[in-house]
């Protein structure tokens, strides 16, 4: 079965210190993983996708095939970045995505 | 910037009362989605829509719940018969491939 789990509700860290938010995923496949962001009061909105391997506002974050895991990464937080957080797993081209629970990062100043 | 738009923002209805939730995805994209996030849970897949039919739905998705794209601009979310439990923020997205773009969300209350 596909799922997909984020073991922390609630991340706070101060500003400038780094962040690692963890996403663990299960699929006997070979899916494509995200990273979504929703501010408070806006809509979801795309950070990364694990095949376009690019850095977004200072995030990045690497699929580990044999950990299962695409934990979300930045040295550096900043106040802006305080939001919730969805990992998503795709298991084909983006479609039917199954999110995990998500959590909040709250950046402390 | 294109973006997938919702309405109502918010609806209010009766348990037992048919409600439609509307979207109107980006104009190039080819499959349409329903999501749905219950007050503090995460969100859940409910259905898939490419080619005029319904590709994937999820066990949420049952015969109470049905999917039309009408006029080729719309792509529409109706509960037959709304339950307590329908209660939620339903999110549409859209895709061509790869990154899905979400709507703002409506948040339904049934009461």
């Known amino acids: 079965a596909q799922r997909v789990t984020q073991p922390e509700k609630l991340l706070s860290v101060f500003k400038g210190a780094p962040v690692e938010l963890k996403c663990n995923y299960s699929y006997s496949g070979s899916p494509e993983l995200f990273w979504y962001v929703q501010y408070s009061r806006q809509r979801l909105q795309l950070l990364l996708r694990h095949i376009s391997r690019e850095s977004i506002k200072g995030f990045t974050a690497d699929l580990n095939k044999g950990e299962t895991s695409f934990h979300l990464k930045k040295p550096f937080a900043q106040e802006e970045d305080s939001a919730m957080y969805y990992c998503?797993?795709?298991?084909?081209?983006?479609?039917?995505?199954?999110f995990g629970p998500g959590t909040r990062l709250s950046v402390l100043p | 910037e294109p973006e997938v738009t919702q309405t109502p923002s918010h609806q209010v209805t009766q348990m037992g009362q048919e409600v439609i939730l509307r979207c109107v995805p980006i104009s190039n994209h080819l499959y349409f989605y329903w999501y749905r996030q219950i007050l503090g849970q995460k969100v859940e897949f409910l259905v898939s829509f490419y080619n005029n039919e319904i590709s994937e739905k999820s066990e949420i998705f049952d015969d109470q719940f049905s999917v039309e794209r009408p006029d080729g601009s719309n792509f529409t979310l109706k509960i037959r018969s709304t339950k307590l439990e329908d209660s939620a923020m339903y999110f549409c997205?859209?895709?061509?491939?790869?990154?899905?773009?979400f709507g703002q969300g409506t948040r339904l209350t049934v009461v």
């Open positions: 998503a797993l795709s298991p084909l081209y983006g479609q039917n995505f199954v």
């Open positions: 997205a859209s895709s061509v491939t790869g990154e899905a773009f």
